[in-house]
């Protein structure tokens, strides 16, 4: 048996928040949770949750106020053991000292900086990002020329919804298609790490829920892979 596996999510929000919904009880059982003395789920976000976040983020009325890291730990308490366990972090991203010792790493924070520092990390990471009904993946295997190219600087957060989207209800689920790429990413990912064989990673995109596909970015040293 192995020692601890860390994964860190950068931002419990509209992807963050449903990605840990996915993973924490798809990793509560199984072989391949098995195989270690313990698994953490290390959340990073020092955000508190609002009345406007409850609509298309994974809290209720109960968490308003709370910081959204506590939030999440203590709705998924249930599938807490002593082989899974979630550890809170009320703090953003702004160091690779922050995130260091874990495996891997999804940051899913409209935030340049916890990107940047993400990106200069050794782990394994993943990079979710949508908008509307649109969102788009990249990883450690995409090209860095096709990261940076995507990353700017100077970009000003923002939300997963239009402007006006709550108000009118016009709410878009590019975060769902943003959290579940991330939940197969992970568990992929671990599959390899493990040496299994049959490990069909998600290919780094960018897509839309209405018209699909919109293309694929570029990866290290793989050509011409085919579609999955």
Known sequence: MKDEFNIAIVGVGGIGSNLVSLIVPSLSQGRLSQKYKMININLYDSDK??????????????????TKVLATKKNLKSFESDKLQIIPNEKDVREIKDIEGNELIVVC???????????????????LRCRGDNFMAVDDTTEES???????????????????????????????????????????????????????????????????????????????????
């Open 49 to 66: 949750v609002e009345e406007e976040n409850i609509f298309h983020q994974r809290f209720n009325h109960s968490n308003i106020d709370e």
């Open 109 to 127: 924070v409209d935030s340049s900086a916890a990107r940047i520092v993400t990106h200069s990390t050794n782990s394994k990471w993943l990079d």
């Open 146 to 228: 096709v990261v940076k190219s995507i990353t700017d600087t100077n970009q000003k957060p923002g939300s997963c919804q239009y402007d006006g989207a709550l108000d009118s209800g016009n709410i878009q689920f590019g975060f769902m298609y943003a959290a579940s790429f991330g939940a197969q990413w992970i568990i992929q990912n671990m599959r390899e790490i493990n040496g299994e064989n049959n490990v069909l990673k998600p290919y780094p995109r960018s897509a839309s829920i209405t018209f699909g596909t919109l293309g694929k970015f570029a990866i290290e040293e793989v050509k011409n892979v085919l579609d999955i």
